[in-house]
């Protein structure tokens, strides 16, 4: 079935610096999302991707669809502690039914 | 709005026991689906309805049973805990019609199986 990588699985950041996190997929999509889930929270939509080589930007968030439509990426430009969490990419399957994430990239950021 | 609403937030079973979790939703969505949450795993497919009467497999099914009588409920049944079914445990709700449509999810149920 359809496998989705997201890199890195860990990042640990001082507050101010950047960040950014990967999903890539062996085969082209129609479309991606973004979630971001909280410590102990639940998966919040951020945004989705549908159009090749992409660009779209939330104030500090800035979010990619590749060119093939294979891979896309989130960059935060100086990170804040509300940041904190994992990020997940999630990519349809299964015919459009189903929606698959990535394992996630957590996020924390110290002082 | 309510959203999506999932009870128990907390459980803990014992192996062999069975448990509902419940899930509803008042957005009139068609589409639901239950995900479970393991550490490094991300969120995984267990089963998911494109509307009432209609109940499909996802990624991980065994062990779980669903039923979708209506459009605002769909619950997931374990029928025998096992302790490897101990995660959390999201509900969560779109229109239906393409995934271009956003997910919402439920604030989700934390099981443990002992």
């Known amino acids: 079935g359809q496998q989705v990588m997201q890199i890195p699985q860990y990042q640990h950041v001082q507050e101010g610096e950047d960040f950014t996190t990967y999903c890539n997929s062996s085969?082209?999509?129609?479309?991606i999302q973004w979630y971001k889930q909280r410590p102990g929270g639940h998966p919040v939509f951020l945004i989705q991707?549908?159009?090749?080589?992409e660009v779209k930007k939330q104030k500090r968030l800035t979010f990619q669809f590749g060119e093939a439509k294979k891979n896309s990426s989130l960059h935060i430009t100086a990170t804040q502690t509300t940041d904190v969490g994992t990020y997940f990419c999630?990519?349809?399957?299964?015919?459009?039914?189903?929606?698959?994430f990535g394992t996630g990239t957590q996020l924390k950021v110290e002082l | 709005n309510a959203g999506v609403t999932q009870t128990p937030k907390f459980q803990v079973l014992k192996t062999g026991q069975s448990m509902t979790l419940q899930c509803a939703q008042d957005?009139?969505?068609?589409?639901m689906s239950w995900y479970r949450q393991d550490p490094g795993m991300g969120l995984r497919l267990i089963h998911y309805?494109?509307?009432?009467?209609?109940?499909d497999q996802g990624e991980v099914p065994n062990g779980y049973n669903v039923s979708r009588s209506t459009t605002e409920d769909f619950p997931l049944r374990l029928l025998s805990a096992a302790p490897s079914q101990t995660s959390v445990y999201f509900c969560?709700?779109?229109?239906?019609?393409?995934?271009?449509?956003?997910?919402?999810f439920g604030e989700g149920s934390w099981l443990t199986v002992v």
């Open positions: 999630a990519v349809p399957t299964g015919g459009g039914n189903k929606l698959t």
């Open positions: 085969t082209t999509l129609s479309n």
């Open positions: 991707l549908v159009k090749s080589g």
């Open positions: 309805s494109v509307g009432a009467g209609i109940t």
């Open positions: 969560a709700s779109r229109q239906q019609g393409g995934t271009g449509n956003t997910i919402y």
């Open positions: 957005m009139n969505h068609e589409y």
